[in-house]
């Protein structure tokens, strides 16, 4: 008696169970991958289903344009009688929309994805989730086109690349050798209605050989992606070699003010501080400054050649290859990325040309330092200052004194270290400060860009 009592309880309890199991009530759950507002040219689409009570029984996934209905993905899960034993209950169904193949054109369109689960209810046809979602088929890459000729290019030096694009695109710019200058709207600077028109400086690092690849890129909302190449000519920059020669006396005086930054771990002898300041600390100030040139107004704030720290005379040159001695020692090599210009102590510095100021401050081995951004990703930076005079974010116009001349920072006597940058490139000022070369290399460009689009338009 007691043993039948059991085997009826266990059968009970199973049936009841199997009831609770197969009258689950909740119904499925379905989750996309990524939020998916565009379907571009092949776009890869991951959705999960899963359902914690009965299991899957079975997923839809279809794409709806205008009458027209695509199936993605279907799949049927294997359903247990009994039970959850062998149910599915989460599966991820992964797939590439290939909207050209399915036959569906660029335009709105409807996502739709319905599951079902092994549930009892709904007259044994499971729970029903739906999920439908209002997407935008793209799979045209944007048209690039090139207005911008003879990119000439020398290692060290800077270059202005004007070009259109068919549609709005969140990231497009010129590569160079594989580094990425973004471009920016230009409409402005030019007469014609231009709003397709962009413009972006580049730079050829001063360490970049002959035989680079460039060329304009642009990726869409979708993120479908175009390329298209630069014809270009570059030629290999020639620089000096200069040796320094690094003092008791020099370390003495200058190796306190960088003691704050200098790890404990560094050993205590004065040439080998000198060496991790030359060389980490350089690093270091290197990715400071170009935090302050990553964002540049899209406007060509600046007029003609730039100007030079008046009545100076050049102490060092930009790229120099440096040695540094220290008794006879070749302790250290760094490259010099700017042009040392010397005239009477704490002299007035001049803007170089009208920009915004960008930044103001100390940053380690360039002491107190200037950042004016001329706009479209070129910037004039003025370091070793003993005196800032102008504030973050001001407009300033060529010649206006943002400062004055000094030794701070990695400075062994009072002048003016002045950089020119394109972005996070240091490039030769020699250029800037040539009114041919800017009438060749950037004026003309866009003159002849300007006659570009009127014949176009
Ligand atoms: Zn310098």
Same mark, same amino acid.
């Given at each position: 008696?007691?043993?039948?009592?059991?085997?009826?309880?266990?059968?009970?309890?199973?049936?009841?169970?199997?009831?609770? &199991?197969?009258?689950?009530?909740?119904?499925?759950?379905?989750?996309?991958?990524?939020?998916?507002?565009?379907? !571009?040219?092949?776009?890869?689409?991951?959705?999960?289903?899963?359902?914690?009570?009965?299991?899957?029984?079975?997923?839809?996934?279809?794409?709806?344009?205008?009458?027209?209905?695509?199936?993605?993905?279907?799949?049927?899960?294997?359903?247990?009688?009994?039970?959850? $034993?062998?149910?599915?209950?989460?599966?991820?169904?992964?797939?590439?929309?290939?909207? !050209?193949?399915?036959?569906?054109?660029?335009?709105?369109?409807?996502? =739709?994805?319905?599951?079902?689960?092994? $549930?009892?209810?709904?007259?044994?046809?499971?729970?029903?989730?739906?999920?439908?979602? #209002?997407?935008?088929?793209?799979?045209?890459?944007?048209?690039? +086109?090139?207005?911008? /000729?003879?990119?000439? *290019?020398?290692?060290?030096?800077?270059?202005?690349?004007?070009?259109?694009?068919?549609?709005?695109?969140?990231?497009?710019? &010129?590569?160079?050798?594989?580094?990425?200058?973004?471009?920016?709207?230009?409409?402005?600077?030019?007469?014609?209605? %231009?709003?397709? &028109?962009?413009? #972006?400086?580049?730079?050829?690092?001063?360490? /970049?050989?002959?035989?680079?690849?460039?060329?304009?890129?642009? /990726?869409?909302?979708?993120?479908?992606?175009?390329?298209?190449?630069?014809?270009?000519?570059?030629?290999?920059? =020639?620089?000096?070699?200069?040796?320094?020669?690094?003092?008791?006396?020099?370390?003495?005086?200058?190796?306190?003010?960088?003691?704050?930054?200098?790890?404990? $771990?560094?050993?205590?002898?004065?040439?080998?501080?000198?060496?991790?300041?030359? !060389? @980490?600390?350089?690093? %270091?100030?290197?990715?400071?400054?170009?935090? @302050?040139?990553?964002?540049?107004?899209?406007?060509?704030?600046?007029?003609?050649?730039?100007?030079?720290?008046?009545?100076?005379?050049?102490?060092?040159?930009? %790229?120099? @290859?440096?040695?540094?001695?220290? =008794?006879?020692?070749?302790?250290?090599?760094?490259?010099?990325?700017?042009?040392?210009?010397? $005239?009477?102590? +704490?002299?007035?510095?001049?803007?170089?040309?009208?920009? !915004?100021?960008?930044?103001?401050?100390?940053?380690?081995?360039?002491?107190?330092?200037?950042?004016?951004? @001329?706009?479209?990703? *070129?910037?004039?930076?003025?370091?070793?200052?003993?005196?800032?005079?102008?504030?973050?974010?001001?407009?300033?116009?060529?010649?206006?004194?943002?400062?004055?001349?000094?030794?701070?920072?990695?400075?062994?006597?009072?002048?003016?270290?002045?950089?020119?940058?394109?972005?996070?490139?240091?490039?030769?000022?020699?250029?800037?400060?040539?009114?041919?070369?800017?009438?060749?290399?950037?004026?003309?460009?866009?003159?002849?860009?300007? #006659?570009?689009?009127?014949?176009?338009?």
């Amino acid at each position: 008696m007691v043993f039948g009592g059991l085997v009826l309880l266990a059968v009970v309890g199973l049936i009841g169970w199997m009831l609770f &199991v197969k009258l689950d009530g909740g119904p499925p759950r379905i989750a996309l991958a990524d939020d998916l507002a565009f379907i !571009r040219a092949d776009q890869p689409l991951a959705v999960t289903v899963s359902d914690s009570g009965s299991g899957l029984a079975r997923v839809d996934i279809r794409l709806e344009k205008a009458g027209r209905i695509a199936t993605l993905a279907e799949k049927a899960f294997p359903t247990p009688l009994v039970g959850r $034993s062998g149910a599915v209950a989460e599966e991820t169904l992964q797939t590439t929309i290939s909207p !050209r193949q399915l036959g569906l054109t660029d335009g709105r369109a409807t996502l =739709k994805i319905s599951a079902t689960d092994a $549930s009892w209810r709904q007259w044994f046809s499971g729970n029903e989730a739906t999920l439908e979602k #209002s997407v935008l088929i793209d799979t045209r890459a944007p048209d690039i +086109r090139v207005l911008s /000729k003879d990119h000439n *290019l020398v290692s060290g030096g800077a270059g202005l690349v004007i070009y259109t694009l068919s549609e709005s695109c969140p990231e497009h710019g &010129v590569s160079v050798d594989g580094h990425r200058y973004p471009g920016q709207p230009a409409g402005a600077v030019f007469d014609s209605d %231009a709003s397709s &028109v962009h413009l #972006s400086f580049i730079a050829l690092g001063y360490d /970049k050989d002959p035989g680079i690849g460039m060329h304009v890129f642009a /990726k869409d909302a979708a993120g479908n992606e175009a390329r298209t190449g630069l014809p270009h000519y570059v030629r290999k920059g =020639k620089f000096q070699d200069d040796v320094i020669v690094i003092s008791d006396r020099f370390l003495q005086w200058k190796m306190p003010e960088f003691e704050a930054m200098i790890p404990a $771990s560094v050993d205590p002898s004065p040439p080998e501080r000198f060496i991790w300041v030359n !060389r @980490h600390l350089r690093r %270091a100030s290197y990715v400071e400054l170009t935090r @302050h040139t990553r964002t540049s107004d899209p406007a060509l704030h600046w007029e003609g050649d730039f100007l030079r720290l008046p009545g100076s005379a050049r102490q060092a040159g930009f %790229a120099d @290859h440096r040695e540094y001695r220290y =008794k006879e020692t070749v302790i250290d090599r760094q490259d010099h990325m700017g042009i040392d210009l010397a $005239s009477f102590k +704490r002299a007035e510095a001049p803007a170089a040309n009208h920009g !915004r100021v960008a930044f103001t401050g100390d940053i380690g081995i360039y002491g107190d330092t200037v950042v004016i951004d @001329h706009g479209f990703g *070129l910037f004039s930076t003025y370091s070793h200052l003993s005196l800032i005079s102008v504030a973050e974010g001001e407009m300033v116009r060529k010649g206006d004194v943002i400062g004055r001349t000094g030794v701070t920072g990695m400075a062994g006597g009072d002048h003016l270290h002045f950089g020119m940058m394109v972005r996070d490139t240091f490039v030769n000022p020699v250029e800037w400060w040539d009114g041919a070369w800017i009438q060749n290399n950037v004026l003309n460009k866009i003159a002849d860009a300007e #006659s570009e689009l009127q014949y176009l338009n």
